[in-house]
């Protein structure tokens, strides 16, 4: 007899995601946002210097964590390609989709490697929670290129994420359909 589950199965099907590509995607997803508020906090925030400096530790050595994870999370999505859409929907939607997911797949390494490049070429060291990254000799044209690219992929990203997000949300309040319900944590 086949044992009952509310939960999905391990590796994807054709036509859903299962139980890795789930964890994988919400680790991720609140991690980023996680970057994303920290790093806008930083940046336009109305803290003291002091303060600032201490949300940027944190925001270094969690971000190298993220590319870590990162790798195996985006590694396991290229190898297991994407299901299928949940829904018919008209093309241009369904390529939009797809664009955002591929855009937003790649701000998964980039913006923590942007950000580490940008550091250690400032001359600056990364301390990951007692892991040093040791800081380099400075080369200025490759920090400041890694620092506009973090800054406007930064950018990128939050304009993607704000699709992505409505997305979901027209899909699941307006057409009713199972593109948020396969990617949760429990069931279907
Ligand atoms: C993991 C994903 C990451 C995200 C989503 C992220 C996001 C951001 C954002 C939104 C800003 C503010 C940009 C602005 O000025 O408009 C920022 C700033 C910054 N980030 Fe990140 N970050 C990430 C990872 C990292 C990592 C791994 C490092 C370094 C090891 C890093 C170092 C910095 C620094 C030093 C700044 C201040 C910018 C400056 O001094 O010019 N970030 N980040
Ligand atoms: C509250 C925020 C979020 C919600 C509600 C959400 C929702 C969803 C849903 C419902 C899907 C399934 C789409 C389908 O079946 O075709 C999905 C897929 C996806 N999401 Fe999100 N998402 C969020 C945040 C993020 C973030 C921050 C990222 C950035 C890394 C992200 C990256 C992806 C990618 C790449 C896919 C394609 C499948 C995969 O590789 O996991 N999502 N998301």
Known sequence: ?????????????????????????????????????SGLVMAYGPFERETVLAIMGWHKAIGVLVLVYGIWRVGW?????????????????????????????????????????????????????????PAQNKIEWLANAAGMTHQFAAWGLLGLLVLHVVGALKHHFIDRDMTLRRMALRSA
């Not at 590796?11 to 970057?35: E, F, K, P």
């Not at 929907?89 to 950000?115: E, F, I, K, N, Y």
């Open 77 to 133: 999505r290229v190898a297991q390609g994407f299901a299928a859409d949940a829904a018919v929907m008209p093309r241009w939607q369904a390529v939009a989709s797809r664009l955002t997911h591929w855009g937003l797949l790649a701000a998964v390494p980039v913006m923590p490697l942007s950000g580490l490049v940008m550091t250690i070429y400032r001359g600056r060291e990364v301390d990951v929670f007692g892991l040093i990254i």
């Open 1 to 37: 007899m086949q044992r009952q589950t509310d939960t999905a199965p391990r590796n994807d099907s054709s036509s859903s995601y299962g139980l890795v590509s789930r964890l994988n995607h919400w680790i991720v997803a609140a991690a980023m946002i996680g970057m994303l508020v």
